[in-house]
Nanobody, 123 residues
Framework: QVQLVESGGGLVQAGDSLRLSCAAS????????MGWFRQAPGKVREFVAS??????????NYADSVKGRFTISRDNAKNTVFLQMNNLKPEDTAVYYC??????????????WGQGTQVTVSS
């Protein structure tokens, strides 16, 4: 089993920055990528960013809505993935979920999920 714990959410103003963290534990060899998704009230969960976590592959992928503002990174030694969010906008308000699985923009390609962390951006 794999456990994922997110942290770093909060309430900020438009233009501010936040850094989310996702610490993984358990059978971490069971997945090759980690991703961030978000879900706003009344909306479906959507892809934000993903990163391969193999030692050879270091590819990243971003949703168009966050390109240039968000950066996903990893610390393999600590089994931790980060999401640096800059120039936040009110439309970024959502619960952010960390996930582990295969590099993809689809939720069904991720087998493990964290409990989510709330990000609220005021205008």
């Amino acid at each position: 089993q794999v456990q994922l714990v997110e942290s770093g959410g909060g309430l900020v103003q438009a233009g501010d920055s936040l850094r989310l963290s996702c610490a993984a534990s358990g059978r971490t060899f069971r997945y090759s990528a980690m991703g961030w998704f978000r879900q706003a009230p009344g909306k479906v969960r959507e892809f934000v960013a993903s990163i391969s976590i193999t030692w050879i592959e270091r590819s990243t992928n971003y949703a168009d809505s966050v390109k240039g503002r968000f950066t996903i990174s990893r610390d393999n030694a600590k089994n931790t993935v980060f999401l640096q969010m800059n120039n936040l906008k009110p439309e970024d308000t959502a619960v952010y979920y960390c996930a582990a699985g295969s590099a993809s923009i689809y939720t069904y390609d991720y087998n493990y999920w964290g409990q989510g962390t709330q990000v609220t951006v005021s205008s």
